[in-house]
């Protein structure tokens, strides 16, 4: 099992940007895929963004691509997320999750650990 603890969240104008951390503790990150996700007041927790450490791959939804860039640092066991140009509709709270097969999953049941999450809210 690996806890995980965001940080990063806050209040930010519509085009701003924002950078989440994701921080590790219990197991490294060097054989798991982690994930973000996020999640809006009366809907459901959505896929983000998610990054696999063996193969250095990554996966966005379509609604952050070219937008959100997620990144790992394995000597500090964190994962990032650089939110740019942020719309009202980014508006959530964002989970990371960790997923020790690797699979970088979009979906939210193959993750094994999650973290709190942190608020993030785009103001217009």
């Known amino acids: 099992q690996v806890q995980l603890v965001e940080s990063g969240g806050g209040l930010v104008q519509a085009g701003g940007s924002l950078t989440l951390s994701c921080a590790a503790s219990g197991r490294t990150f060097s054989t798991y895929s982690v994930g973000w996700f996020r999640q809006a007041p009366g809907k459901e927790r959505e896929f983000v963004a998610s990054?696999?450490?063996?193969?250095?791959?990554?996966r966005y939804s379509d609604s952050v691509k070219g937008r959100f860039t997620i990144s790992g640092d394995n000597a500090k066991n964190t994962v990032y997320l650089r939110m740019n140009s942020l719309k009202p509709d980014d508006t959530a709270v964002y989970h990371c999750?960790?997923?020790?097969?690797?699979?970088?999953?979009?979906?939210?049941?193959?993750?094994?650990?999650w973290g709190q999450g942190t608020q993030v809210t785009v103001s217009s």
């Open positions: 990054i696999d450490f063996a193969s250095e791959g990554t």
């Open positions: 999750a960790a997923d020790q097969h690797g699979r970088m999953s979009r979906y939210r049941w193959e993750y094994d650990d």
